[in-house]
């Protein structure tokens, strides 16, 4: 039995074709895997933009969560860490769905040691600045305001703050950046982890860094990747993507 990760679908943000072709990978993955899938851990950012209201949540793709609670109805443990992009779960998906959520990070105990999951956002030493706005962002009162909104406004408002947002991954991010996120992975693995895994870069990594791991799954938005843990070693893959 393994352990896959995945992260930064982004649904949502393209236009038709591009978002049939996300669905229809997510259908390949969960089909090739379904044999010797234990645990699915998703790293954040499965969605462009997530904002729950009380009563309310976006309607864009939700037969992808039904999946995931078949998933769960299963035996399968399918656990949700919040990206940068849908931090503002509340508790739809763990109430309504029996997806475990996690805020900020998850740790797995396996025999090789135990593996720290991140989202990832945040974690170079030059991202300074966008640490600032997290915490506002982040904050019960921003929150609370938000809110206040009517929601096809505050949706409006959000997909138009998270395309920006996403300029500053992938493609654009300078290589001293990417070193900085390999830094992070030391500290911790020096803390007595023995894999940090992580998303939010949307580049696919695995690095041996002693007799410890950096990862990172990449995205499903151009490299269809993921990471497979079968108790043993790392292995990265990636999903066709013509038709």
Known sequence: M???FVSDFHLGEGDREKEQLKVDRFHQFLE??????????ILGDMFEFW???????????LHLLFELHDLVRRGVRVSYIAGN????????????LGIEMCRDKLEIATQRGAILAMHGDGLAKSDWLYRRLKAILRSRTSIALYRLLPPSLAYALAYRMA???????DKHLPERFLNQY????????AEGYFAF???????PEISRIGECYYLN?????????????????FELHYLPTDS
């Open 182 to 189: 390999r830094d992070y992975a030391r500290e911790r693995l």
């Open 163 to 169: 395309r920006r947002s996403r300029q500053h991954t």
């Open 32 to 41: 090739a895997t379904t044999g010797d899938m234990e645990h699915l851990v």
């Open 85 to 96: 992009h849908d931090y503002w779960m509340d508790d739809f998906l763990q109430r309504e």
């Open 2 to 4: 393994a352990i896959y």
């Open 51 to 61: 904002f729950e209201y009380r009563h309310l949540i976006p309607k864009k793709n």
């Open 197 to 203: 895994i992580c998303g939010h870069t949307h580049r």
């Open 217 to 233: 799954s990449g995205d499903w938005f151009d490299n269809f990747s993921y990471i497979r843990f079968d108790g043993r070693e």
